[in-house]
Every structure is written in C-alpha cells, then in structure tokens.
C-alpha cells in the first residue's frame, strides 16, 4: 500500500508512546501499566469490575497487575459498602506519591505536544480520534456496507 493507512498510524504512534512512557516510568522502578492504573483510580476508591474497562485490560492482564500493585504498596483493597460483592481499589499513600509521579509526565508529554501545535491543529485532532472512536464502535456497520461493494 502506497497511502499509510489509519491503524497503521495510529498503532506506530501509540508504540513510540508507550516506549517513552515505558522508558520514563522504568527511571520510578515502575511500568507505563502501573502509571495508567494508578491514574485510572478514583481517590475515593475504584471498584476493581469498573477499572479494566476504563484502562482498556483484559481481566486476566489487570488480576496480575493488581497483584503487582499490591505487592509493591501501592494500592490496598477493600470490600465496597454499596456492594458486598465487590472490591474496591484504593491508593495507599505511596500509590498516591507515584500516581504524582505518572501525572508529571503525563503533563509534562501533553505540555509538549501542545506548545508544537497550534489550538487549530489540537482541535482537528481530538474530531479525528473522536471519528476514528466512532467508526471503530460502529464496525458492524462498516462490515455490512463492505459486502455491498
């Protein structure tokens, strides 16, 4: 194919992403997985059936690293009131330090992009990832109109 196609560039860029969060979250002892989770949550707690699907994990992936958060003293976990069938996930207050840690980068990244970019260029952005969003959870549709061709 002559023409990059949108998934090609949209995975290249997201691997160049997360080897940079990798290699910045590698210099805290920690992983661009743990920085996500640790952003992801919520300081009144996060009931752990909600996170995998806020951070995009399969529940196999985010079991274990939980476990590893756990392990680490990052996060403790606690029966939900609400819900006695569910566990809430919580920071402890070195989890709380290093979700700092996550969102300095995260910023500072962020910070970056938008002083190379004009307020026009941002905005086109975000349309284009909201289009790509929208297409990609309405894939059926696509699939139906591609036998039709």
């Known amino acids: 194919m002559k023409q990059e196609t949108f998934d090609s560039a949209l995975r290249s860029t997201w691997q160049l992403v997360s080897r940079m969060y990798n290699k910045e979250a590698s210099k805290f002892n920690s992983t661009m997985a743990t ?15 909600t996170l995998g699907p806020k951070m995009g994990m399969e529940s196999t992936s985010l079991s ?4 590893t958060m756990e392990e680490r003293k990052l996060i403790y976990r606690t029966q939900n009131p609400n819900d006695g069938r569910s566990i809430l996930i919580h920071l ?8 700092d840690d996550s969102k300095a980068v995260v910023l500072h990244f962020n910070k970056k992009i938008e002083d190379s ?3 026009e260029k941002i905005n086109i952005f975000f349309e284009v990832m909201n289009c790509i969003k929208e297409n990609s959870q309405n894939f059926e549709h696509f699939t139906t ?5």
């Open 145 to 149: 109109e591609l036998k039709t061709i």
């Open 64 to 67: 274990r690293l939980l476990s």
């Open 92 to 99: 402890t207050s070195f989890g709380k330090e290093k979700r």
């Open 35 to 49: 920085g996500f989770a640790l952003l992801s949550i919520d300081p009144d707690g996060t009931p752990s059936t």
């Open 117 to 119: 970019l004009s307020t």
